[in-house]
């Protein structure tokens, strides 16, 4: 029971992360990338 909640979880977790995360490390790319060519 405990293990299905869990995986569940995982799997809401992984469709909802990975578009922020996406966006965020787009943004902090472009700051970084920014921050090296000074």
Same mark, same amino acid.
């Given at each position: 029971?405990? +293990? #299905?909640? +869990?995986?569940?979880?995982?799997?809401? #977790?992984?469709?909802? #992360?990975?578009?922020? $995360? $996406? +966006? #965020?490390? &787009?943004? /902090? /790319? &472009? /700051?970084? $990338?920014? $921050?090296?060519?000074?």
């Amino acid at each position: 029971m405990c +293990v #299905i909640r +869990v995986a569940n979880n995982l799997k809401t #977790i992984n469709k909802f #992360i990975p578009n922020t $995360l $996406l +966006v #965020i490390l &787009q943004k /902090y /790319y &472009q /700051y970084i $990338l920014n $921050l090296l060519r000074d």
